[in-house]
């Protein structure tokens, strides 16, 4: 990189700030998502919405393309660097700002960690609902790029429930607010259509938190099956009857071995395993507990154990939380998958799943968000043999064509980054994506946020779009307002 | 004044005369084209045909015709909310979407329901009851409102509350395009974060993106509205009210409705609603009146919840406005209105959610007292990063702004706007920052 533009950085950042020799950069070459790796040409480390706005703003007079980075745990090469582009980490951007609970809002800089932001609620009984199992290191500003998930999404929600407003830095330079921190305001829902977006419509510098009131009452049962298809029925019987559980979670054998290696959750050995998490008020947890129960017990559970304690649900969740990482144990490499389907195709597609994997001789360990169906089969291979790691691969895609053609999705929260794009064209139509991405020319005309992640081809936006001028009126009203 | 655009219709310089009307005919059948009546009018704005497609093909055939024409277009559902918003800058065309009424996919077992944009709710809901589900949601006039009319106008009621906005709802969308093109995003599972959020960009635009032919939704259990409860308390002022609900919302407590209502002859009232199974819902209602100790209660009919709906009756001559603001600053909106109000003697009445989401309505003999009350009390909640949505004004009035401030983000809005409508087809001039 231009050492001039080196110095304009560190004019904004300080020496603290920049990270430009090749030895350093090796941190940034990927994100969570390893088997993807680009070396940026430098990574920048701003303090605030101002210095941001500062390296943007170079990024646009020089055309360089920039990558923003939270934590880098993302599991779809969201923040893969572009080479000739740099990276701009929000790590130092790590203040929480504004705490206001009667409002249940809180405003926070982008690098804070999920977790803090409950740390910070907790001592008054709120809590920031999504928990994606990354919530001990992942921040939020990468939240909110990948709208992410978590296991109590059922009932509470995604990154994007939860987000009110967000302040952003558009890839020109210019700084917008999002949305703000009262509901419905005059507009487009420009935050909804952000939130999500995989970093490709600009930079988050703030935003605005919904938290949530701590229930009364919260009750993990955990229930032992001898196969998935049994614990399937379950789930089905729970919604059936008109249940909203906060969480229903299930492993297979092979995550449950895994997972016991890892971290000793003292899970039963057997086919499948369910945690349902019931919470509220306490009349009501009690009252819809039973009924689990029987339900559990009426499609076959061999165990059903109630957590008596928060340390024994803590237990509990430990070996779920930990079952990607835990899957290391078993195997010495393994891809992360995120498929979506229909609740009611789960068994079908676990058939088919098992199928593919005896043909490939490849193992896959099965985590779910079984309330949702969103499916995290754990492709598990040794690199070091000749073709598996490619086998690996293909097996993975061909388990997310089976998701499109259940009629589900390719990614229900870690995004489709880098890893995905090309499922995209699988998913959606030509006219689908193009219609996408009339979004990103409207945010982004010369692709400088993050180019080349999400959709298999960028749409050619040039730089005077369309035939539509300001109607008079607008200029009127803007007149009267302004 | 812009090319191409003229304030008062025929854009690119279409007339009468020279619109090719049998070509719309032929797309979508002689007999569902037809001329317009006073009932057809938008905003007092007169279009020249109203066609009614069979199908989203047909209706996307129908836009591109019309915008390869230069004609301005407003969609329509069931024909409730069609004034609120601006006047139409320019208006030819109404497109119906009043066939597009079918319930595409109701797969019970997952929680989602596909539907046409014209389907009305009351008969969606009425079928999802069948299996014990319902989109949870509660706009205004069910059994004439049309899926596609709450996506667009983001009509929300009482139980936004508990399970959130439509937005929050959606799970998947078709779009007809100005240009013809129709465009599917989202899906139909729950838990989807396979490209842009096109549902939640297409809910709230008031049709000025795209048309809305058909939508997913995740739904929720009937079931635990069985055992319904609802607690009336009367506090002695606005303020009380506003500790109130500030105090539920910081319970424990998982009510799924919880609404003020105050107006210039009356104290104000505290609804609260809770929902489940019997033994949680009593046990509810004991730690409610222990919180609610301060004030009186003084009923509990479900009568209640319409109190929106009702805020429309024999509203000819009022102005209903929607306010925003935080939960917090109920009482401070409820004061603003009363200072705008007093200033002309105005009688109102507010219907306020604890979302900070709000309808206040205002009502007297002198049209000009109210269009003064309505700017007053937007520079007021404004200036504490709330808004005001003025849905109906009474005629005479001058027009007071549909939207007010669309803040700073503005000029991305225009952008989206003249990406996807670049000749400005659909409801010009009718969203917010006159877009």
Redesign the interface.
Request: proline residues 6%; charged residues 15%.
């Given at each position: 990189m231009d050492a001039r533009i080196l110095q304009e950085f560190r004019a904004i950042t300080g020496d603290r700030g920049i990270i430009s020799s090749a030895e350093q950069l090796h941190t940034y070459e990927c994100d969570g998502l390893t088997n993807f790796r680009v070396l940026p040409q430098a990574v920048v480390l701003p303090e605030s919405a101002e210095q941001v706005q500062a390296i943007v703003r170079v990024c646009h007079r020089e055309r360089i393309p920039f990558v923003a980075r939270g934590s880098g745990t993302g599991l779809s090469g969201g923040a893969l660097p572009v080479e000739n582009g740099i990276v701009i980490s929000t790590a130092r951007m790590n203040r929480i700002l504004e705490v206001d609970l009667p409002n249940a809002r809180v405003v926070v800089e982008p690098g804070v960690i999920n977790l803090d932001v409950t740390g910070r609620v907790a001592p008054q009984g709120f809590f920031y609902a999504p928990d994606p199992s990354s919530q001990s290191v992942c921040s939020i500003g990468g939240n909110v790029a990948e709208n992410s998930g978590g296991a109590h999404c059922l009932k509470y929600g995604f990154t994007t429930t939860h987000v009110l407003g967000i302040e952003v830095v558009l890839p020109d330079g210019t700084m917008v607010h999002l949305g703000g921190k009262t509901l419905d305001a005059p507009g487009y829902d420009l935050p909804g259509v952000f939130v999500g977006s995989e970093g490709t419509l600009g930079v988050t510098t703030k935003v605005i938190l919904r938290v949530v009131k701590r229930p009364e009452c919260i009750q993990t049962l955990l229930a032992a099956f001898g196969t998935t298809g049994e614990a399937g029925a379950a789930v089905s019987g729970i919604i059936a009857a008109g249940m909203v559980p906060a969480a229903i979670e299930m492993m297979d054998n092979l995550s449950i071995q895994a997972a016991e290696a890892a971290v000793h959750a003292h899970y039963p050995d057997c086919g499948g395993l369910l945690l349902v998490e019931l919470d509220g008020p306490t009349a009501e947890v009690a009252a819809l507990m039973e009924k689990v129960n029987e339900i559990c017990n009426g499609c076959g559970a061999t165990e059903i154990r109630v957590a008596q304690s928060e340390a024994e649900r803590a237990v509990f969740w430990k070996g779920r939380k930990a079952a990607f990482a835990a899957v290391g144990r078993i195997s010495p490499n393994y891809i992360v998958q995120d498929g979506v389907i229909p609740r009611t195709a789960l068994p079908r597609v676990m058939t088919e799943i098992e199928r593919l994997s005896a043909a490939a001789g490849i193992k896959v360990a099965n985590v779910f968000h079984a309330g949702d169906g969103n499916l995290h089969p754990l492709v598990l291979y040794d690199r070091r043999i000749p073709g598996q790691e490619h086998a690996a691969e293909e097996l993975a895609m061909r388990i997310l064509e089976l998701c499109i053609e259940a009629g589900g999705s390719i990614t229900g929260e870690h995004g489709v980054g880098e890893e995905k794009k090309q499922m995209m064209g699988k998913m959606y139509s030509e006219p689908d994506l193009e219609t996408m991405q009339l979004v990103r020319c409207a945010f982004d005309p010369l692709q400088l946020s993050n180019p080349s992640k999400v959709f298999p081809r960028p749409r050619l936006c040039g730089e005077k779009p369309g035939r539509y001028e300001p109607h008079p009126l607008e200029i009127a009203g803007i007149a009267e307002r302004f | 004044?812009?090319?191409?655009?003229s304030?008062t219709g025929g854009g690119a310089g279409a007339t009468l005369t020279e619109v090719a009307w049998d070509e719309l005919r032929a797309i979508v059948g002689p007999e569902h084209v037809r001329a317009v009546g006073l009932e057809d009018q938008v905003a007092g704005v007169a279009p020249r045909m109203v066609a009614e497609p069979a199908d989203e093909t047909q209706l996307a055939a129908a836009l591109r015709w019309a915008n390869d024409a230069g004609l301005a277009v407003a969609p329509r559902g069931g024909g409730n909310k069609t004034g609120w918003g601006?006047p139409p800058?320019r208006l030819d065309l109404i497109l119906s979407t009043d066939r597009l009424n079918a319930i595409v996919e109701h797969?019970w077992?997952?929680?989602?329901v596909v539907v046409q944009a014209g389907a009305r709710v009351g008969d969606v809901q009425r079928e999802l009851a069948k299996h014990?589900q319902y989109i949870a949601t509660d706009p205004l006039w069910p059994e004439r409102a049309t899926i596609g009319g709450i996506l667009s106008t983001?009509d929300s009621g009482t139980l936004r509350l508990r399970y959130?906005?439509l937005?929050?709802l959606i799970i998947g969308v078709t779009?007809a395009?100005a240009d013809g093109?129709?465009?599917?995003?989202g899906?139909?599972?729950?838990?989807?974060?396979?490209?842009?959020?096109?549902p939640?960009?297409a809910?709230?635009?008031l049709g000025t993106?795209g048309v809305i032919t058909q939508a997913a939704f995740r739904l929720?259990?009937?079931?635990?509205a069985g055992n319904g409860r609802t607690l009336t308390f009367r506090a002695g002022g606005v303020g009380d009210a506003n500790r109130l609900i500030?105090e539920l919302?910081?319970?424990?407590?998982?009510h799924t409705g919880l609404q003020a209502r105050a107006r210039h002859d009356a104290q104000a009232e505290v609804d609260v609603r809770f929902e489940?199974?019997a033994?949680?819902v009593?046990?509810?209602c004991v730690?409610a009146r222990k919180i609610a100790a301060f004030v009186v209660e003084t009923g509990n009919s479900t009568e209640v919840w319409q109190a929106r709906q009702e805020l429309w009756t024999q509203a000819e001559t009022a102005a209903l406005a929607?306010f925003?603001?935080?939960?917090?600053r109920i009482a401070a909106a409820c004061e603003a209105v009363r200072r705008a109000a007093g200033k002309g003697d105005l009688k109102w009445r507010i219907v306020a959610q604890g979302?900070?989401?709000g309808w206040v309505r205002l009502e007297g003999v002198r049209p000009e007292e109210i269009r003064e009350a309505l700017l007053a009390l937007r520079a007021e909640l404004e200036r504490e990063?709330?808004?005001l949505?003025v849905a109906q004004q009474p005629v005479g009035t001058g027009t007071v702004?549909a939207?007010?401030?669309?803040?700073?983000?503005?000029?991305?809005?225009?952008?989206?706007?003249?990406?996807?409508?670049?000749?400005?087809t659909l409801n010009?001039?009718r969203?917010?920052?006159?877009?």
């Open positions: - | 004044m812009a090319a191409g655009h304030a601006n800058a797969a077992a997952d929680l989602t014990g983001n959130g906005a937005r929050d779009l395009l093109t129709l465009a599917r995003s899906g139909k599972v729950v838990k989807n974060v396979a490209g842009y959020d096109l939640k960009l809910t709230g635009a993106l929720h259990p009937l079931s635990a500030v919302q910081a319970s424990a407590l998982a489940g199974t033994a949680g009593e046990a509810q730690t929607k925003s603001v935080l939960p917090t979302t900070g989401l990063a709330g808004s949505f702004e939207w007010g401030s669309p803040g700073d983000a503005f000029p991305v809005m225009l952008r989206v706007k003249q990406q996807f409508d670049p000749r400005g010009p001039g969203f917010a920052g006159g877009i």
